[in-house]
């Protein structure tokens, strides 16, 4: 089945700083969705990008959805302590189902 | 979007025991999904809850493990039964946003220990 790769694993940045974190996949996305999960809580919807090329920004994070339709990328500018936690790439191939990358764990050193 | 409550929230269970976990959302959908986060991993789709038909398990995953009730278009239930350790994980269920944004929303997730 499809599988996502996502990177870095974790991040551990000064507060400030711009992240960014990028997921790959081996077969063509139609639809690349952002999470970020915080301890004890689901997954909340950040970012939904539904044609390739397409940038998107909310607030502080940009992602992109790539030309190619099997990579994506997430920013975050100028990070704040409550940007910790766990970020999540997940690409939704032809059909209704999520594939979901591995996480990033992001630290915010203040 | 679809507001999803979730219970219950946490649990330690005896293994050999079942569980079941409750997903009510405050507007009908289609599709319900449940999905399996294993400690410190990613989610992992279970299977599809259809309302009047059975669900539809992923590779790995069976009917008499995970039983899956979809009684109606708000409410689903997901049960583990004769649990052993290595089901302890976090339990979510997930609805399609609406049609137009592909987005999912999740509950808040059900934490289980099996001791």
Known sequence: GQQLNQSPQSMFIQEGEDVSMNCTSSSIFNTWLWYKQDPGEGPVLLIALYKAGELTSNGRLTAQFGITRKDSFLNISASIPSDVGIYFCAGRPYGNKLVFGAGTILRVKS | SAVI?????????????????????????????????????????????????????????????????????????????????????????????DRENYGYTFGSGTRLTVV
């Open chain 2, 5 to 97: 409550s979730q219970k219950p929230s946490r649990d330690i269970c005896q293994r050999g025991t079942s569980l079941t976990i409750q997903c009510q959302v405050d507007s009908q959908v289609t599709m319900m999904f449940w999905y399996r986060q294993q400690p410190g991993q990613s989610l992992t789709l279970i299977a599809t809850a259809n309302q009047g038909s059975e669900a539809t398990y992923e590779s790995g995953f069976v009917i008499d493990k995970f039983p899956i009730s979809r009684p109606n278009l708000t409410f689903s239930t997901l049960t583990v039964s004769n649990m052993s350790p290595e089901d302890s994980s976090i339990y979510l269920c997930s609805v399609e946003a």
